[in-house]
């Protein structure tokens, strides 16, 4: 009678130890489900907060104009949009380097110029004759929508779309973007920029921080 005790607290014993192995897997089971369930959700916002880049053909020419005195012409850019989607300008970034020749010993020069940027409004700026109080560049070229530096024309408040030119306007406004003064020609001596020379431009999507355009322009 005491050996079928003994055995029975035995076989207890062992079906007891045969249970803690199965609540253990049991319990990391659980664990794993509600850790893959957190990382799901996370990934999922993540992925739902992605920003889309706009697909958009864009082109950047630095010309000079000649403008009323050939000794001292005025240096344009354009951004032409010739296809793709519509951006609004307040989702874009323009930066430029331009790296001046060695024999002038600077360094390379950086401009940048966003929604944001204050320094990118000039104040008195004459454009093809006419002096604009303030305009925000570079503004919107399409004087169906209005005259530079009127509402809806300055950089981030127009959206930028197929067909549309947007303009530095003349030397001030191209001296925002570029980031350094080439107004005269003796500051232009000193960068050694003119015609000829090379412009490394990239235009940012903000909200997708990807590069809708990035090449070098040659100064014409």
């Known amino acids: 009678m005491k050996n079928q005790i003994r055995n029975g607290k035995r076989m207890n014993s062992e079906r ?13 089971l659980v664990v794993t489900i509600i850790i893959a369930a957190f990382v799901s959700a996370f990934a999922g916002n993540a ?4 920003e889309t880049t706009p697909a958009a053909a864009l082109d950047v020419k630095i010309l000079s ?26 989702d874009l970034r323009i ?12 360094t390379m020069q950086r401009g940048e110029v966003t929604a944001m940027t204050a320094a990118a409004t000039v104040k008195n700026m004459k454009i093809n004759g006419e002096t604009i109080a303030s305009v925000k560049i570079p503004y919107l070229n399409d004087i169906a929508r209005g005259k530079p530096g009127d509402v809806g024309t300055n950089f981030g ?8 030119v947007i303009s530095t306007g003349g030397s001030a406004g191209t001296k925002v ?13 000193e960068l050694g920029f003119g015609r000829g020379s090379a412009v490394d431009v990239e235009i940012i999507h903000l909200p997708s921080q990807k ?7 040659i100064v014409q």
Not at 212 to 217: A, D, N, P
């Open 16 to 28: 007891n130890d045969a249970v803690s192995p199965v609540i253990g897997v049991m319990l990391m």
């Open 47 to 50: 992925f739902g907060n992605t």
């Open 65 to 90: 104009n000649g403008g009323s005195n050939p000794a001292d012409p005025q240096y344009v850019m354009l951004i032409e949009h010739h296809s793709g989607s519509s951006i609004p300008t307040s």
């Open 95 to 106: 930066i430029s380097y331009y790296t001046p020749p060695s024999t002038t010993g600077k």
């Open 157 to 164: 408040e127009y959206t930028f779309s197929p067909g549309d």
């Open 177 to 189: 973007v570029l980031g350094f003064d080439m107004t005269t020609a003796a500051k232009r001596t």
């Open 211 to 217: 590069s809708l355009y990035s090449g070098r322009v």
